[in-house]
């Protein structure tokens, strides 16, 4: 661990504490000018450290700022993840993707402040502003066939959806297949991705990536996302981010654990707001009104045409008929 981050740690143990820097440099074994330039360092990635003389240095929790060491206070002590924390990124799907490419282990996990390629369904981008709100991915190597990819997807949607509830207290809802609503709005959407090995038809690794509008941004969402997107908790609220990711994480990490058993199944299910409305589907360039009437096992939405026959989709662009 280098320098910064050991000062990182210190500060994050000890929060709104202040503590010398020769305390400090006592504690790491390391000079007060290295002290003094780790701190430089961090503030210069967003951190809030204040100095009173006397006193010492004290780590700010304004800005709810991201860390390995503040997401892992929040885990288990013997969590399976490797985190890394990054400032802006193009996407840490695409990071995580390259990371998995070059052989790292399962459970690796890039977090960002700020995406500027996020990425979305196919042909689609996720607005990934900094500091409000928490973008992350995983590696995976699934023992899955590619026609199972799905579950990934939806165990990370009920995973959020806990999470959202357990740290705000707002109830979360699923919209078929991968987007989390709160109060009628989109707070979180989920995206996998993956290589598939054509011999075998299963996954050689997968990339789960995951992204929650956490506060609104100081300048308000694009003028297209306005009346779309929400956020799980207001701009008042203190920090929430470290939590949330730990939760995440830890969450979809033992649903994972038994995956092809589906367990999360019901929960997704009674979780999924679209069941028995009319919905209107988008194929092949078309728009077609039809009603949502079941979820297949396998997470299929099983819907109803206006000449009363049934399909199940297994994935697809689907609105609700007012939208």
């Not at 705000?168 to 991968?178: D, E, F, M, P």
Request: glycine content about 8%.
């Amino acid at each position: 661990m280098s320098t910064k981050n050991k000062v990182l740690r210190i500060l994050e143990d000890n929060q709104e504490r202040h503590l010398s820097g020769a305390a400090i440099a006592r504690d790491l074994g390391i000079s007060r000018n290295a002290v003094w330039k780790a701190i430089e360092a961090l503030r210069s990635e967003g951190y809030t450290i204040e100095a009173v003389t006397n006193k010492g240095y004290a780590l700010s929790q304004k800005g709810d700022p991201l860390s390995p060491q503040s997401i892992e206070r929040h885990l288990p002590a013997r969590h399976p993840f490797a985190i890394s924390v990054r400032k802006r990124i193009d996407s840490t799907n695409s990071e995580a993707r390259r990371r998995a490419l070059e052989g790292v282990r399962e459970a690796t996990v890039i977090v960002a402040e700020e995406q500027t390629a996020g990425k979305g369904r196919p042909g689609k981008s996720f607005y990934s502003p900094a500091s409000t709100g928490l973008y992350l991915s995983i590696v995976l190597y699934p023992n899955l066939q590619a026609s199972q990819g799905q579950f990934i997807t939806c165990a990370a949607a009920v995973a959020t959806a806990r999470a959202i509830e357990q740290v705000t207290g707002s109830a979360a809802l699923i919209k078929w297949v991968n987007d989390i609503y709160c109060d009628g709005k989109k707070v979180s959407g989920i995206l996998t991705e993956g290589t598939i090995d054509m011999e075998s038809g299963r996954f050689e690794h997968a990339v789960l990536g995951i992204g929650v509008n956490v506060r609104k941004p100081a300048e308000g969402f694009p003028e297209n996302l306005v009346d779309v997107a929400g956020t799980i908790c207001d701009n008042e609220r203190g920090a929430v981010r470290s939590e949330l990711a730990a939760c995440i994480l830890e969450t979809f990490w033992n649903l994972y654990a038994t995956i092809e058993d589906c367990s999360f199944y019901e929960e997704y299910r009674s979780r999924c707001f679209l069941i028995g409305k009319p919905i209107v589907i988008t194929r092949n360039g078309t728009r077609i009104r039809a009603k949502a009437i079941d979820l297949t096992r396998d997470f299929k939405l099983v819907i109803e045409l206006p000449d009363k026959t049934t399909l199940e989709l297994p994935y697809g662009e689907v609105s609700t008929s007012q939208g």
